[in-house]
């Protein structure tokens, strides 16, 4: 196999697409090498003493794990110095971080979350870090949270890194999701798959079913059918996985299709599901999409949404195009 890695890759599509000018190419770099540091963190697991909470909340009112805090302090220590930045922002943190004056400035803007899957960390499960860069507004001076509040459709790229049996990078730039392989012996970030598809037609769901009795008809619904089988309305038999991290269960969907969905729900209507808007729905809705599949909040595409809020949340149905046109027709029922 020929070795392309990381930035052979980002300088290739530079010269096909002419997408990636050299400060995002080396912003995405820097991202990669942060996960990197994730990763080898990750897997030292009690031995380097990151497992076990923090003994803190985050501004969702969630426990903070050890890891979670360190992963952000990676990414945010790391994009400080690349010089490619004007501003962060992080499930972690309440709000914005604009890069300190003492370090060089740069014109776009990075979100991520540094650390998603925390409940799986203590049990050895697959977990990931997940990032989405946007351009910052033309004119934008001291950044504030409002230069965030752009529709996900205007991210230049997008990704995660996923820390399981192996860790990888998935990236797009808005051609295509390209997956890269961590190899541990030269710590390089190796393209293992170009141009990812989701197939259109899927037998396999994730949902957190614990949740049934709280579901919205449409949402119940749907779920019925699929339980129903090859003799029920859809006429097939499906499987049902579901691994409590959004990285691994998107993975999965990239790697051999599926839907995924975190609905609203009835317990309490001012909060729309669990997943947050910017740093974990647009940036897999960006890499779903360039991958052929659909992502909607169950009316309207994801990448549509224009934000208000820096932590918002919001319904995500997302996968093989065929499952997620189905339960958005039933939603607009
Ligand atoms: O607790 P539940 O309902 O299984 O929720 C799992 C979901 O929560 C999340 O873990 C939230 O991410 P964080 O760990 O970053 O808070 C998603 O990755 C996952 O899909
Ligand atoms: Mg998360
Ligand atoms: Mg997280």
Redesign the pocket.
């Known amino acids: 196999m020929k070795r392309i890695s990381l930035t052979q890759h980002l300088i290739e599509q530079q010269r096909q697409h002419n997408s990636i000018p050299a400060e995002l190419r080396l912003l995405i770099e820097t991202v990669g090498r942060a996960c990197k540091t994730i990763s080898h963190a990750v897997s030292k697991g009690a031995l380097g003493e990151v497992l076990g909470s923090a003994g803190s909340e985050n501004v969702q009112g ?1 426990v903070q794990k050890k890891l979670d805090i360190l992963s952000n302090e990676i990414l945010l220590e790391a994009n400080e110095w690349g010089g490619h930045l004007a501003a962060m922002a992080s ?1 972690e943190m309440e709000s914005i971080h604009p890069i300190p004056n003492r370090y060089p400035q740069g014109e776009y803007l990075l979100l991520f ?1 540094p ?5 799986n960390i203590d049990i050895n499960v697959s977990i990931g870090t997940i990032f989405s860069v946007l351009k910052a507004p033309d004119g934008m001076t001291t950044p504030t949270e409002k230069d965030f509040m752009q529709p996900g459709r205007k991210q230049v790229a997008a990704g995660y890194a996923i820390y399981g049996p192996q860790s990888m990078l998935i990236l797009t730039t808005g051609n295509g999701v390209h997956a890269f392989t961590l190899d541990r012996e030269t710590g390089s970030w190796v393209l293992t798959q170009s141009n990812m598809q989701i197939p259109v037609e899927t037998q396999e769901y994730a949902i ?1 079913a614990s949740n049934a009795r709280h579901w919205y008809p449409p949402v119940t619904r749907y779920i019925n059918e699929m339980q129903a089988g090859a003799t029920g309305p859809l006429k097939k038999n499906y499987n049902m996985r579901w691994i ?4 691994a ?1 998107v993975h999965r969907i990239l790697t051999r299709g599926g839907i995924f969905m ?1 609905p609203a729900d009835s317990r309490d209507t001012s909060v729309p599901g ?2 947050r808007l910017m740093y ?1 729905a647009n940036p897999m809705a960006l890499l779903v999409e360039q991958a052929g599949g659909l992502a909607t909040d169950g009316k309207q595409a994801i990448l549509d949404i224009q934000p208000t809020k820096l932590h918002q949340r919001v319904p995500v149905f997302l996968g093989s195009k065929v499952e997620v046109e189905r339960i958005t027709a039933y939603n607009q029922e």
């Open positions: 969630e499930e979350d650390l998603d899957g925390s409940s957190n409590a991290a959004m990285v269960d975190y669990k997943l974990e």
